[in-house]
């Protein structure tokens, strides 16, 4: 039975609301794309005193949430490390003689083994998304530094590119890495970087299950447009 009331809505989301939406969405994006240009770095080099001394000045919310505890436990770190003992502490985390304590590369955490499928699978990618190593790179592209690059430079790009990319490449080792982080013996200023992936990473993977959205990676041609749709 159709009521005999109609009633016009009383909001409805106006030009500024859109905007006001896009502006939070980019924000956002901007500040993803910064935390895992941090995390890279700091998984390629260790830590300079400057970047020390920028972390030990976070201004950390005042929260009880799993990410802020990490943010909180990093300050608290950079304050009190000295730039040459977290370099002897790279060193033997992920360099050392012949292996580091720490294996920084994917197909090692899913296969077992260096230089394995997970490698080629994400070269098909790159390829894909139109990324490559730099010439002067020695290390594989799935070195845990050269992953969260990726993810920093697509993370203005759709959801479904950057879902794909984080469930392919990211999403089924990272918490092995970090555990594999936090219990090496060597493991002093690196236990707070390794906290703070592992709690930035599942945000993302909360943040990736809630898109509805399925994106496949094997589906070229509806990357590709995604792509020419981020570099208009």
Do not use: C
């Not at 899913?110 to 002067?136: F, N, V």
């Not at 794909?164 to 092995?176: D, G, L, Q």
């Amino acid at each position: 039975m159709n009521s005999p009331i109609t009633q016009k809505p009383m909001v409805h989301k106006s030009d500024n609301a859109t905007k006001f939406a896009q502006d939070i969405e980019q924000e956002q994006n901007a500040l993803r794309s910064d935390i895992y240009l941090l995390l890279s770095s700091l998984y390629r080099n260790a830590p300079t005193t400057e970047t020390l001394a920028f972390l030990s000045e976070l201004d950390v919310d005042d929260e009880s949430s799993e990410m802020q505890q990490a943010w909180s436990n990093l300050k608290i770190a950079a304050k009190n490390a000295e730039t040459s003992l977290v370099a002897d502490e790279f060193q033997q985390l992920f360099i050392g003689i012949g292996r580091g304590e720490v294996v920084p590369f994917a197909s090692w955490h899913i296969t077992g083994s260096l230089m394995e499928k997970p490698l080629a699978i994400l070269r098909q990618d790159l390829k894909i998304i139109g990324l490559e190593r730099d010439e002067q790179v020695k290390e594989p592209e799935d070195h845990v530094a050269a992953v969260f690059e990726v993810m920093s430079f697509i993370a203005d790009a759709h959801d479904e590119l950057q879902q794909a990319f984080y469930n392919k490449h990211i999403a089924n080792w990272f918490e092995s890495l970090t555990k594999q982080v936090v219990e090496a013996p060597s493991s002093d200023f690196y236990v707070s970087v390794a906290e703070l992936t592992q709690a930035f990473l599942s945000r993302e993977k909360v943040k990736f299950s809630e898109n509805s959205t399925k994106a496949d990676f094997g589906k070229a041609i509806e990357i590709k447009n995604l792509i020419d749709t981020v570099d208009e």
